[in-house]
């Protein structure tokens, strides 16, 4: 009679047991899932902030070299004077905007510069091509009148003088993009190199500006320590004279 009631609170309290058993399983669970559910949204974050800092660099970064390009196309493309002086106050209204630009922005000034330079060549190939023009007018007048005189030798010669003065022109004219493609290649690679020594310069700065104040300060530690033993009262040798 007196084993029933022991067997029964044995019985309970395992199953409290269990219930506990079960319990800390259920929260450790859950733990597991906050846990992993936080380190998912910080990973999300990371992601979202180093893709959106990748969108800004993107969306920031200058093509100066672009308007030259664009000034040489437009000149190479001119057929008359008007299309020329056109060309040519493109070239110098971007001209105005990027010297202004070589003030507001130095992490590029070898980009600019160089794009300045081009632009300042193309000014000057846009009047020379307007004495082209000029010429070619010129002679195509001339060559007109041999037609009209029945000169068909001379005729001959000026037509062929035109066309080898034309096809002189265009290749000119397309060594000029090529001559602006380089030189805006090599400005890119410039300001590229530059400001990677930049970068590598400011992490070895904040690498070693540690360790430079902790030495600092272990040797204005052991300064002031050095400092209180030299003032510190030196007590006098006890002499037992007892003895």
């Keep these: 009679m007196g084993v029933q009631p022991v067997a029964g609170v044995g019985r309970e309290e395992q199953s ?35 893709q959106r800092e990748k969108f800004k660099l993107a969306k920031a970064t200058p093509r100066y070299g672009d308007a030259p390009l664009e000034a040489y196309a437009r000149l190479s493309r001119a057929r008359t004077q008007a299309q020329v002086s056109s060309a040519a106050g493109y070239a ?26 081009q632009l300042k060549k193309a000014v000057g190939r846009a009047n020379k091509k307007k004495l ?14 041999m037609a009209r005189e029945n000169k068909r030798r001379e005729e001959q010669r000026i037509k ?6 034309q096809s002189m022109r265009a290749v000119r004219e397309a060594g000029y993009l090529r001559e602006t493609d380089v030189a805006n290649r090599q400005a890119d690679q410039l300001t590229a190199t530059k ?16 360790s ?32």
């Design 16 to 50: 409290e047991e269990k219930q506990y058993e079960l319990l800390a399983q259920s929260l450790k669970k859950q733990e597991e899932s906050r846990t992993s559910l936080t380190e998912m949204i910080q990973d999300a974050k990371e992601k979202a902030d180093a």
């Design 212 to 243: 430079v104040d902790a030495a600092l300060q272990g040797y204005c530690a052991g300064a002031q320590l050095a400092a209180a033993d030299v003032s510190a009262p030196m007590e006098a040798p006890q002499v037992n004279v007892q003895a």
């Design 195 to 210: 400001m990677e020594l930049r970068a590598q310069a400011e992490q070895l700065g904040s690498s070693v500006h540690p």
């Design 160 to 165: 062929q003088e035109l066309r080898r003065a």
């Design 92 to 117: 110098r209204r971007r001209l105005v905007q990027l010297q202004a630009a070589q003030r507001s922005d130095p992490d590029h000034a070898d980009q600019i510069r160089a794009a300045v330079n």
């Design 132 to 145: 082209e023009l000029t010429r070619e007018q010129l002679a195509r007048a001339r060559q007109k009148r």
